[in-house]
């Protein structure tokens, strides 16, 4: 089993920045890629971006692009989300996921979420 467990949500006005970090303990040898998700009240869970754990290779949402940056640290088992000129849509509880298959759709580990809220 492999626990996340999230940290960095809060207020920010429009155009500010937040930094969240996932911190992973447990099998973290089994673990391909990690992630952060985001679901606004009244709608569905959203992917945002992810990186594999061994080449660093990210990918990210459309709509998050150019502003938020995805990184980890191998010897901290940790993942970053540097979110940057955020908007209030950018609003919502913000998971962390890890997959043990690097080229599957499921992930497998989830944390238990950390609230963003940006103001206008």
């Known amino acids: 089993q492999v626990q996340l467990v999230e940290s960095g949500g809060g207020l920010v006005q429009a155009g500010g920045s937040l930094r969240l970090s996932c911190a992973a303990s447990?099998?973290?040898?089994?673990?391909?890629?990690m992630g952060w998700f985001r679901q606004a009240p009244g709608k569905e869970r959203e992917f945002v971006t992810a990186?594999?754990?061994?080449?660093?290779?990210?990918t990210y949402a459309d709509s998050v692009k150019g502003r938020f940056t995805i990184s980890r640290d191998n010897a901290k088992n940790t993942v970053y989300l540097q979110m940057d000129s955020l908007k209030p849509e950018d609003t919502a509880v913000y998971y962390c996921?890890?997959?043990?298959?690097?080229?599957?759709?499921?992930?497998?580990?989830w944390g238990q979420g950390t609230q963003v809220t940006v103001s206008s």
């Open positions: 447990g099998r973290t040898f089994s673990i391909s890629s």
């Open positions: 990186i594999t754990w061994s080449g660093g290779n990210t």
């Open positions: 996921a890890a997959k043990r298959e690097l080229k599957g759709v499921r992930w497998n580990y």
